[in-house]
C-alpha cells in the first residue's frame, strides 16, 4: 500500500490560496496570481485582499476565514509584521502547508529575528509545514502550480531542483527554458523557518516524477538530517549539488545571505562523497552532467584514453585531466600493435592518439574502435579540429556508429565554429556529450567517474567499532578523559594522550615526564640510550617551534643538559607557557619510516572529522591532507589514503620497502572508533605517525577535549550513525535453532529480494496491503541502505544457511518523537516466537533513541496480527478515515 507523503497538500495542492493577491503593477501578490493563471493551474485558486473582490478575474475574499472551503495551500507575500498571525490562523483553520515569500525577518536585525522566533512557534503550535520566509516559492510544472515570483515559467521535467538562493532559481530557469530542460519541481528553501533540505529531499525521493535532484547549496543547519536525507535520496537517484562559500570571501558573502552554518570546503566536500552526490562547480558543469546520467552515462573507472586529428587541443585535455587527478590510460600493448597496423607511421604511437591532421572518418572509426576495446580505458574523448582535409560532419557520422556499441562513456569536442556547427547537432541528437573545447569534457568525465565511485563509498556501512579488531579499553579511556575534565583541564598532557591511544590499540611511543633533571637521566638510563626529549606543556602545540625537542640523546650527561636547556629556552621564548617538566621516549630508529599525521578537527557543521597527510614538522606547508567523516572502515581509509600526495611514497621509494599499509589503515580504523565512541574529544593530532615495512608508531599526541555531556541518543555528535553493532544478538528459537538478529546492512539487498520473493500472497498482502510479488531496484536500496537513525530495521538470519527468516523496522515521523513500524516473517518460521523476539529487540531500540511513540497500521481482518500487537502493549482504535484498516499505538516513555 503507498501512504501518502506528509508534504503531499505542499507539493500536489488540490487548492491554493494567495494572501497578499494584488493587481498592482510589479506587485510580488500580481505576479504570482499570473503565474498561477498563466500556469493554467489545474485546482482551485482563491486571492485574499480585503483591498479587491477579484484579482485579474480570481474571486477574492478579504480573510483566510471568509473561504466557504479550506484550501491545501496557503501562500503568504504580505509585509513580514503579519505572517506570524497568518500563520497562526491557518494553523487554527487546519491548514498544513505554507510558502512565506515574504521578507524583513532575520536578515533585518533583531525585530525581524523575533518575527522568525513568533512564525516558528505558531507553526509548530498549529501543525504547519512551512517553505521560506524570504524565498522566490515553489513551482511544480507538471501540476500548473507556480506560486513563484520569477519571470520564467518551468517546463514538466524530471529533475528536482532546491536552491537556498532565489536568484540562481531564476538564472536556471531562464536558461533552462531556452534549453529545453524540465523540472519536477522547482523550491527555493529562502530562511529555511521550518523545511530545509532533509524534508525535501525525502519528498523527492518518494516523488516518481523527479528522476535526479539538484541542489544549490549555501549552508547546512543540522548536518545529521541532511546528511540522512541526502545519502538516502543518491541511493536511488542522482544527486548533483553547487556548493558555494569554497573561499573565504564567499564564505562570508553566504553567512550574511542565509544565516546558515558554512563548514570548512574540503570537509563538506567530504560529506558529498560519502552520501554519493556528484559536487560541481557551475550550473553549465550541473546541467552537462545531468544530461550524461539520462543518456546512461557510466564510467567504470577513471582512465582516460583521448583521440585527435591535433596534437595542442590533446595536450589541453591532459593538462586539464592531470589538474583533476585524472589518468590518461596507459594502452595495451596489443591495442598499440592495431593502431600501428591502421595508422600512418607517423601518429603518436601512445596516448593521447593523434591521427595526424589528414585524419578521414575511416581513420577515426579504427582509432576508436580499438582504443574502446582496451581493457586499460574507462572512456575516451574524441577530438577534431577542421583543417584543410577535414570532414568534419563525415567524422562525427563514423563516431555515432561506434558509439552506438562501445560499451564505454565516449565525449566528442569538435572545435570551431561554422564548419563543425552540423556535426555538433548530429551528436546532441544522438544524445553523445559534445563540446566546444576539451576542457569541459574531461571535467564532466571526472563528475561522472566520481558519480558511480561515490556510490561505491555510500554502500558501506561501517560499525562504531571495527568487529574483526582486537577490543579496545573504551572504559579505560574515558577514566582519563573524566580525569582531566574533573580538574577542569581540556588540554591532555601528551601521556595522557598516548594512553588514550593505546588504549584504542595504537602502538605508541612510550613516554614519561622528568620534573628534574635528576629523573630524566634515571628515565633514560631505564628505558636505554638514545631518547627523545621533549618540552611537556599544556600551552604549547608545536614544540619544535619554541625550541622545545631534542633528538637523538646519546648519553646521561647530555640527558641532563638537554633538560635545563629545554627548561630555560622554552621559558625564554614562551614565558606565559606553564611547564611540567621533559618527557623522556626512546629514540624511535625507523631507518625506512615515512612521517605521516593522522588527526580530528571539529567541524562547526559536520562534527568531527578526520584528516589524513603528510607529517612532520612541515604539515601547515605542505598541506597535504585528505578529510573523511567518520565512522570509517578499511575501505573508506584506503580512499582517504589514496586521495593524498603522500600515498606516492608509501609503496617501494628510493629503495625504501613499501610501508605496512594494513597497519596504517587499523590506525586510521582506531581513529574512527576514538571518534564514535568519545565524543568529547574536539581535536586530535598524532603527528609524527612513523610507518615502515613493519608497522606503526605514535610518537607525538595531542588531545585537546570540550567539556559535553552525552545525550541520551548515541552517536548524535556525529553527522553519519555508526553501524550499531550493539543491536546484534544471537537467540535460540523454541525448535532449537539458533538465529541471529541484527540491523539491516546494504549487502542484504538479494536477500532481501529473495525473502520477499517466496513470502506467500496471503503474507504479502498482509504486509505490503499489496500483492507485491518482486522489489524494485530503488526500494530494495532504500530498504537496505538505511542510517540507522531515522530508520532502524532488524533482519532474522539463519546462523547455519544465512536465509532471511524475518525483518522489522521502524522509520521516525516527522515530529521526530514518534515512530511508524512494519514486520513480516517468513511463512516457514510463523508461530515460532521469532516475531515477539524482534519486536521487543525493535521496541527497545526505538526507546534507546528517545522516541516517545510506536505507531503501526493494520487490516481490520487481520485478526491474528491484532491479537499480537495488543499482547505487546498496544492500544488498537479503527482508522477514522478508512474503516478497513485499524491504527495501534504504543507509549514508549511518559511525556
Known amino acids: 500500500m503507498q501512504y501518502e507523503h ?52 480570481v474571486p477574492c475574499v478579504a480573510r483566510l476565514e471568509d473561504l466557504r472551503k479550506r484550501p491545501d495551500l496557503v501562500v503568504i507575500c504580505t509585509p513580514a509584521r503579519t505572517v506570524p498571525g497568518l500563520i497562526d490562523e491557518c494553523g487554527r483553520a487546519g491548514i498544513k502547508a505554507a510558502i512565506v515569500i515574504s521578507a524583513g525577518f532575520a536578515e533585518t536585525g533583531p525585530a525581524g529575528a523575533e518575527l522568525l522566533r513568533r512564525t516558528r512557534t505558531a507553526a509548530k503550535r498549529g501543525g504547519v509545514r512551512i517553505i521560506g520566509p524570504n524565498c522566490l516559492g515553489l513551482m511544480r510544472p507538471s501540476l500548473g502550480l507556480n506560486v513563484t515570483f520569477a519571470r520564467s515559467s518551468g517546463k514538466a521535467g524530471s529533475i528536482g531542483l532546491i536552491s537556498q538562493s532565489g536568484a540562481v532559481c531564476t538564472a536556471l530557469l531562464d536558461w533552462a527554458q531556452s534549453n529545453g530542460v524540465g523540472f519536477s519541481s522547482v523550491v527555493s528553501l529562502g530562511a529555511s523557518v521550518d523545511l530545509d533540505f532533509g524534508e525535501i529531499l525525502d519528498y523527492m525521493i518518494a516523488d516518481p516524477k523527479t528522476e535526479s535532484i539538484f541542489m544549490y547549496i549555501e549552508g547546512i543547519r543540522d548536518a545529521r538530517r541532511f546528511m540522512s536525507a541526502v545519502r538516502a535520496a543518491a541511493r536511488v537517484k542522482p544527486v548533483l549539488a553547487i556548493k558555494v562559500g569554497r573561499h573565504p570571501a564567499g564564505t562570508r558573502a553566504v553567512a550574511s545571505h542565509t544565516g546558515a552554518m558554512v563548514g570548512e570546503d574540503d570537509v563538506f566536500d567530504a560529506a558529498l562523497r560519502r552520501a554519493g552526490v556528484v559536487r560541481l562547480a557551475t550550473l553549465g558543469q ?27 587541443p590533446a595536450v589541453m585535455a591532459a593538462d586539464r585531466a592531470a589538474d583533476l587527478g585524472i589518468p590518461l590510460a596507459q594502452l595495451a600493448p596489443e591495442t598499440l600493435e592495431v593502431l600501428s597496423r591502421t595508422l600512418p607511421p607517423n601518429w603518436s604511437h601512445a596516448n593521447p592518439v593523434d591521427l595526424i591532421g589528414d585524419a578521414d572518418d575511416a581513420r577515426y572509426r579504427a582509432a576508436l574502435e580499438a582504443v574502446l576495446a582496451d581493457p586499460n580505458v574507462d572512456g575516451v574523448l574524441t577530438l577534431l579540429t577542421p583543417q584543410a582535409m577535414t570532414k568534419p560532419t563525415a567524422v562525427a557520422e563514423a563516431v555515432i556508429e561506434v558509439a552506438k556499441t562501445a560499451g564505454k562513456p565516449l565525449m566528442t569536442s569538435w572545435m570551431g565554429c561554422e564548419q563543425v556547427r552540423a556535426a555538433r547537432a548530429l551528436f546532441e541528437a544522438a544524445h553523445i556529450p559534445t563540446f566546444r573545447s576539451p576542457e569541459p569534457a574531461v571535467e564532466l568525465f571526472h563528475h561522472i567517474s566520481s558519480y558511480y565511485r561515490n556510490q561505491q563509498l555510500l554502500r558501506h556501512a561501517p560499525a562504531s567499532l571495527a568487529q574483526d579488531l582486537d577490543p579496545p579499553s573504551v572504559e579505560s579511556a574515558r577514566l582519563v578523559i573524566e580525569t582531566a575534565l574533573s580538574e577542569r583541564r581540556t588540554v591532555l598532557t601528551e601521556m595522557e594522550s598516548k594512553a588514550l591511544l593505546a588504549a584504542f590499540r595504537i602502538p605508541i611511543a612510550q613516554t614519561v615526564v622528568a620534573r628534574s633533571a635528576t629523573e630524566a637521566m634515571v628515565y633514560a638510563e631505564e628505558m636505554g640510550l638514545p631518547v627523545a626529549m621533549k618540552i611537556d606543556s599544556p600551552d604549547i602545540t608545536h614544540k619544535s617551534d619554541v625550541g622545545g625537542v631534542r633528538l637523538h640523546v646519546d648519553n646521561l ?5 638537554c633538560w635545563q636547556e629545554l627548561m630555560a629556552e622554552v621559558g625564554r621564548r614562551k614565558p606565559e607557557a606553564r611547564l611540567r617538566g621533559v618527557s623522556i621516549e626512546p629514540m624511535v630508529n625507523k631507518r625506512n619510516a615515512r612521517e605521516l599525521f593522522v588527526g580530528v578537527v571539529h567541524d562547526e557543521v559536520f562534527g568531527p572529522v578526520i584528516s589524513f597527510g603528510h607529517g612532520g614538522t612541515r604539515v601547515e606547508v605542505l598541506r597535504d591532507r585528505a578529510v573523511t567523516l567518520p565512522p570509517i572502515n578499511v575501505e573508506l581509509a584506503r580512499d582517504a589514503i589514496q586521495r593524498t600526495r603522500v600515498s606516492q611514497m608509501l609503496g617501494e621509494y628510493r629503495g625504501m620497502p613499501a610501508i605496512d599499509m594494513e597497519a596504517l589503515e587499523r590506525v586510521l580504523i582506531r581513529v574512527s572508533e576514538m571518534v564514535c565512541e568519545l565524543p568529547w574529544i574536539r581535536e586530535m593530532d598524532i603527528n609524527p605517525l612513523l610507518v615502515d615495512e613493519s608497522g606503526c608508531v605514535a610518537v607525538d599526541a595531542r588531545i585537546i577535549l570540550a567539556d559535553v555531556q552525552p545525550t541520551a541518543t548515541p552517536y548524535s555528535h556525529m553527522a553519519i550513525h555508526p553501524y550499531p553493532a550493539r543491536l546484534e544478538h544471537v537467540v535460540t528459537l523454541p525448535n532449537g535453532t539458533r538465529t541471529i538478529i541484527r540491523p539491516i546492512r546494504p549487502e542484504d539487498s538479494d536477500r532481501e529480494a529473495r525473502f520477499v520473493r517466496e513470502l506467500s500472497a496471503e503474507t504479502r498482502y498482509l504486509r505490503f496491503m499489496s500483492t507485491i510479488k518482486e522489489l524494485p531496484p530503488q526500494l530494495l536500496a532504500r530498504l537496505t541502505q538505511i542510517d540507522y537513525d531515522r530508520e532502524m530495521a532488524l533482519v532474522a538470519v539463519g546462523e547455519e544457511d544465512d536465509e532471511q527468516l524475518g525483518v522489522c523496522r521502524y522509520v521516525v515521523n516527522p515530529d521526530g518523537e514518534s515512530c511508524e513500524f512494519a514486520i513480516v516473517i517468513a511463512d516457514a518460521w510463523q508461530r515460532q516466537g521469532l516475531a515477539r523476539i524482534m519486536m521487543n529487540l525493535l521496541i527497545e531500540a526505538a526507546r534507546e533513541r528517545g522516541l516517545r511513540v510506536m505507531e503501526g497500521v493494520f487490516l481490520a481482518n487481520n485478526e491474528r496480527m491484532l491479537r499480537f500487537v495488543q499482547s505487546l502493549g498496544f492500544h488498537i482504535n479503527r482508522d477514522p478515515e478508512d474503516s478497513s484498516l485499524v491504527n495501534g499505538e504504543l507509549l514508549l516513555r511518559a511525556s
Open 557 to 561: 650527561r647530555s640527558v641532563r643538559d
Open 6 to 57: 506528509y508534504l503531499k497538500a505542499m507539493f500536489e495542492p488540490q487548492s491554493v490560496a494567495i494572501v497578499g493577491a494584488s493587481e498592482r503593477p510589479d506587485s510580488i501578490g500580481a505576479v504570482l496570481v499570473r503565474n498561477m493563471l498563466d500556469a493554467q493551474f489545474k485546482g482551485e485558486l482563491h486571492a485574499i485582499n480585503p483591498k479587491h473582490k477579484a484579482v485579474f478575474g
Open 286 to 312: 550541473m546541467f552537462s552532467a545531468a544530461n550524461a546520467l539520462f543518456t546512461g552515462f557510466k564510467p567504470a573507472g577513471k582512465r582516460l584514453a583521448v583521440v585527435t586529428n591535433g596534437g595542442g
